[in-house]
């Protein structure tokens, strides 16, 4: 069965430096790749997808990923942090042609002002 | 565009007791998922539909959970009786269907159970 592994469960970062979320998957063939965030009280929604083409897919609110498809990893990366980043962060993967995302554990990041 | 809608946000019941959940997903999402997720845990799948028909039940303790979705719209998932373990956060979401499917889940808030 796919699994996900986060291996930063919970990281604190001052305002202004720079966040690297870690996420690796175990299946070794077509996947779909997705960050997911929810904000303190609100509900989990999309922070950015990867479906194929360039690897290094840009989504909202300045965050990046990265798939490395050698590493098994899409990892998410920010270059400055603000303290509204405060969130739990959730890697997802779906197997291709499969609907259903397996779901990692999720870091929560707390930026410090 | 309304988001997905879940009721209650919270609830809070003794062991043994039902409870229900329910969800109206975003208009024209065919596919509907409920999920579970426990303090400091991603996520789990208990169950999709696409329309009325579920399509992968196969995580839902079928001993004390049921779920349904009739009209293919909007969906309960009731637990009966509660047990203590059932303590967390009952997620539902909501995708376009098919070839239409991007991949992309849309969530509700959830509904946080506690058991006592």
């Known amino acids: 069965a796919q699994s996900v592994s986060q291996h930063n469960h919970h990281v604190i970062l001052s305002e202004a430096a720079s966040l690297e979320l870690g996420c690796n998957y175990s299946y070794g063939g077509t996947v779909n790749l997705f960050w997911y965030v929810q904000y303190p009280g609100q509900h989990l929604q999309l922070l950015l997808k990867y479906f194929s083409g360039d690897p290094l897919v840009k989504g909202i609110k300045g965050f990046e990923a990265e798939f490395i498809k050698s590493k098994f990893s899409f990892n998410l990366r920010k270059p400055s942090v603000q303290w509204s980043d405060t969130a739990e962060y959730f890697c997802a993967v779906n197997e291709g042609g499969s609907y259903i995302p397996t779901f990692g554990r999720g870091t929560s990041l707390i930026v410090h002002p | 565009e309304a988001g997905v809608v879940q009721s209650p946000r919270y609830k809070i019941i003794e062991k043994k007791q039902p409870v229900a959940f329910w969800c109206n997903p975003i208009?024209?999402?065919?596919?509907l998922y409920w999920y579970l997720q426990n303090l400091g845990q991603g996520p789990e799948l208990l169950i999709r539909?696409?329309?009325?028909?579920?399509?992968?039940d196969s995580q839902l303790p079928k001993d004390r959970f049921s779920a349904e979705r009739l009209k293919g719209v909007d969906s309960t998932l009731k637990i009966q009786p509660a047990e203590l373990g059932d303590s967390a956060v009952y997620l539902c979401?909501?995708?376009?269907?098919?070839?239409?499917?991007?991949?992309?889940?849309?969530f509700g808030e959830g509904s946080r159970l506690t058991v006592l």
């Open positions: 979401a909501s995708s376009l269907a098919g070839t239409f499917n991007t991949g992309e889940l849309f």
């Open positions: 208009s024209g999402h065919n596919t």
């Open positions: 539909y696409e329309n009325e028909e579920a399509v992968d």
